[in-house]
DNA sequence: AATTATGTTCCATATAGTGGAATAAATTGA
DNA sequence: TCAATTTATTCCACTATATGGAACATAATT
């Protein structure tokens, strides 16, 4: 929900990306006056802002004044998917942990203050993909959210979390910054995090961290399971197959994007 | 690859978009040097998009200065997708068209020059999800693609025909404005339109025009097949399951969306 | 028909984007 | 290793573009 600090860097076009967060965020398809109320904006110049982003296809119109986000979206996210370095180089290293484990495994990235799934291989195909990939979670109650934000260097961590909402998903949910805070802690002293199941009540899953030479993005790797069916015992002795896997991504990905990758 | 009029109102929202597509549409991914040829701005002013974009999430750069489109943009994909109106008043009856023909069933959207597919139905879903949705397809010899055009208001029509560039995909691809102007004469009258190997050999279907009240989107619906084991014959059999599918999702739509939609 | 709510247009003003040129950084070649 | 060259980044006077308050239009409501 917390979006957007007063001040932003990218002027016009963020004001735009604005607009199609508060879109996305309406749990229904927001009439121009919805909008007026969300962003910050004067009527005129919102009205004008929508428009444009109409014209380009970001956006669409129902006959009833109701916007929806726009099918240009979908295409460029194809794309985007498609022709991901990170993903291209991670899928088989993600298809053999899941060989080895049976159990569906996610690769997210870190996108703001949310983890966003990149990738999901599981056996049972019966579930839609698209149930997952390009779905955001948080950061704090979820195993590739716990292990990316493990990666970031201190100072970022620390900005991160401080600008975190706790919700309790579940019983388990961390509540607040400090319990995460610990959590990743230790998460770094071991390279594994948990989540036990914080986000969603009989699902839990062990993740480790992942992030590019630089820093400029970090990511985790999973392996979710239905707690009834895999004991936490189990997931104990999935560790080092989840870290290895995490460890060959990495280095598959320096030696074929180059040692700056 | 023909994108853009030299002018376009939406200002620097439209550059920017400008700037995504010449990403999207690079082979692999660009440095700012290509993009530079690329895009129609001097150096200083398109190295300032680009950092905008990169802010954004909308762009991504790696470490050796070449640019992906960004995760963001899957993010919102996600949720364009999972909201959509269209998709979801359809959503039944493209699954009941897929239990009457036992075939693939596309739904599709004209996005400027190109359909994107917006939905998928079928039986071995072990094909990756993300395989067709968002993706983009020529109109000009897809079936829904076709489908689509035949449901432009004339002068509409004429427009997207004359900025079309044929490209010749199978021996049986429509060569010319004139070929697909006299097609889509025929599927005004049939209101059903073909491919016939026309995108892919050995690949056919049969589809139908869609569209809301107001032509503000136009669509297509189809059944997709191999020809090898799908004779021509049967997909004439189909013909009325297919207008009758588009037929019931217009009604539905009407209905639910008011008489407005 | 009058009232209220909602959407759209206008235009003087200021802000934010522009782009040519200078600087910096990385890459190549000798 | 150092110069030459390519490539990326920063700067800032200028101007095109976005702004937003207010007037106007168009439904919806009473």
């Known amino acids: 929900m917390a979006r957007r600090d007063d001040a932003n860097g990218t002027g016009t076009l963020g004001k735009a990306m604005d607009v199609l967060d508060a879109v996305a965020a309406a749990p229904s398809p927001p009439r121009f006056t919805d909008l007026l109320g969300k962003v910050d904006q004067p009527r005129g110049t919102l009205h004008r802002q929508v428009s444009n982003l109409v014209e380009e ?26 022709d991901n370095q990170f993903r291209l180089v991670a899928e088989p290293h993600l298809r053999r942990l899941h060989d080895l484990t049976g159990e569906t495994v996610h690769l997210g990235v870190l996108s703001g203050a949310e983890v966003v799934y990149l990738d999901k291989v599981e056996s049972r195909q019966a579930v839609r993909m698209h149930s997952q990939i390009g779905n955001a979670s948080p950061t704090y109650c979820t195993g590739v959210g716990k292990a990316a934000l493990s990666a970031l260097p201190e100072a970022e961590l ?69 707690a009834y069916r895999i004991p936490m015992a189990r997931l104990h002795e999935w560790e080092p197959l989840v870290r290895d896997c995490a460890r060959s991504i990495m280095e598959d990905m320096a030696s074929r994007l180059g040692p700056r990758s």
């Open 57 to 82: 296809g970001l956006l669409s119109v129902r006959g009833d004044h109701s916007y929806e986000l726009g099918v240009r979206l979908l295409r460029l996210a194809s794309k985007a998917w498609s």
């Open 158 to 226: 620390e900005r991160r979390i401080a600008a975190l909402a706790f919700r309790a998903y579940t019983p388990s949910t961390l509540p607040d910054a400090a319990a995460l805070r610990r959590e990743i802690d230790e998460i770094r002293r071991s390279g594994i995090a948990y989540d036990r199941e914080e986000h969603e009540p009989g699902i839990h899953c062990v993740a480790a961290p992942l992030h590019s030479r630089s820093r400029d993005f970090v990511a985790g790797v999973s392996v979710t399971a239905p």
